[in-house]
């Protein structure tokens, strides 16, 4: 009964990372050595609490466990193990760290500092509130756009493998 439901919380785990924050690009992603400047981690915590990042994280955990419920039923009788697992591993407590010193390794305190400027402007709170409903528009965007052209995809792909099956004969 929850084998499928386990394998799409994997998968729903491994697509909503890119969700967990405003994402720089890959490489930036790995964590900063030790020698990283101090008031650089300094001002990128201060960041990420003037960005609230912590109920950003918080109710993308939310989303998270309430898509898995609605994709699978039965599983709304262990949501609030679903729930802890994803706050566990994903919430805000779990990846603050590593997300601040991601932002340190990319800007310097200088810069921090110019960000928090704007993100304590009432236009950059206002960003801030309307952060996550334009990503889900762009994701929503963009899955629609998949949609319509998954046809193409799909014999665009079977055309590649053909190619590729002659040419290996």
Do not use: C
């Not at 500092?113 to 206002?126: C, D, H, R, S």
């Amino acid at each position: 009964m929850f084998k499928s439901s386990t394998k799409s919380l994997l998968i729903l785990a491994s697509l909503a990372l890119p969700f967990s924050a405003y994402a720089t690009e890959a490489s930036a992603m790995k964590v900063a050595p030790k020698s990283q400047n101090n008031s650089a981690v300094t001002a990128a915590y201060e960041l990420l609490k003037t960005m609230n990042m912590d109920k950003t994280y918080a109710g993308m955990i939310e989303r998270i466990t309430q898509m898995q419920i609605q994709q699978n039923p039965q599983l709304k009788v262990i949501e609030p193990t679903i729930h802890a697992f994803f706050k566990k591993y994903m919430g805000w407590d779990a990846l603050k760290e590593e997300m601040a010193k991601v932002y340190a390794k990319n800007y310097t305190a200088k810069e921090l500092g110019e960000i928090i400027a704007f993100y304590k402007t009432e236009v950059g709170q206002k960003t801030v509130q309307l952060m996550p409903q334009l990503a889900a528009a762009g994701a929503k965007i963009g899955q629609s756009k998949l949609a319509e052209h998954m046809g193409e995809l799909k014999i665009m792909v079977e055309s590649e493998l053909k190619k590729l099956k002659e040419e290996k004969k």
